[in-house]
């Protein structure tokens, strides 16, 4: 069975650096895209990129390209969504899921969502 | 960048109805194009990929159209459960933009 399971929910203050986790089980690990989608609070979805764990090949959304690293460890069938320089502006709900075998497949299997709070 | 265009935002049915959303992209994009549904406090879920198949577990009712800068999303014989947010999302051109999202209320 295909399980994915996101870290849970941080606290941080502006200027802080955090990372998240997408833990994926029940299926090849490195076989597969991983995206990152983020939802601000009463918003709609934006994706905000996506990374292949066999080579850690990364695509970013532009808006999102230099202010989040997305990488993977494949040992522990692992992705992290990491934040140097927190703002406010990343308060939101982070959600990962699979994103098939071939590069922008369709997102089939979701994390729970990890809740990010960014205040002074 | 390709952007996705959801009309209408939000729409009222009652069970039993029929409900048809449309997603226009900004250029053509085959038939590169998923449907997901979001309940509130929930994470997506796939209805549907290359705009017409369904996702496996997926009830019939749902069914997907369309290609180049057209889709639709129709529902039939609407249940309680689904009254959510429906997005559409291109499929296999990065960025992979969602569109802004319909929320099909009672």
């Known amino acids: 069975e295909v399980q994915v399971v996101q870290s849970g929910a941080a606290v941080k203050k502006p200027g802080e650096s955090l990372r998240i986790s997408c833990k994926a089980s029940?299926?090849?690990?490195?076989?597969?895209?991983i995206g990152w989608v983020r939802q601000m609070p009463g918003k709609g979805l934006e994706w905000m990129g996506i990374i292949y764990p066999d080579d850690s090949q990364t695509r970013y959304k532009p808006s999102f390209e230099g202010q989040v690293t997305i990488s993977a460890d494949k040992s522990i069938s692992t992705v992290y969504l990491q934040w140097s320089d927190l703002k406010a502006s990343d308060t939101a709900m982070y959600y990962c899921?699979?994103?098939?075998?071939?590069?922008?497949?369709?997102?089939?299997?979701w994390g729970q969502g990890t809740l990010v709070t960014v205040s002074s | 960048e390709i952007h996705m265009t959801q009309s209408p935002t939000s729409l009222s049915a009652s069970v039993g109805d029929s409900v048809t959303i449309t997603c226009r992209a900004s250029q053509s994009i085959s038939i590169y194009l998923n449907w997901y549904q979001q309940q509130p406090g929930k994470a997506p879920k796939l209805l549907i990929y290359?705009?017409?198949t369904l996702q496996t577990g997926v009830p019939s009712r749902f069914s997907g159209r369309g290609s180049r800068t057209e889709f639709t999303l129709t529902i039939v014989n609407l249940q309680p459960e689904d009254f959510a947010t429906y997005y559409c999302q291109l499929a296999y051109i990065t960025p992979y933009n969602f569109g802004q999202g319909t929320k099909v209320e009672i």
């Open positions: 290359e705009a017409s």
């Open positions: 899921a699979r994103q098939g075998e071939t590069e922008g497949g369709p997102a089939d299997f």
């Open positions: 029940g299926y090849t690990f490195s076989n597969y895209w």
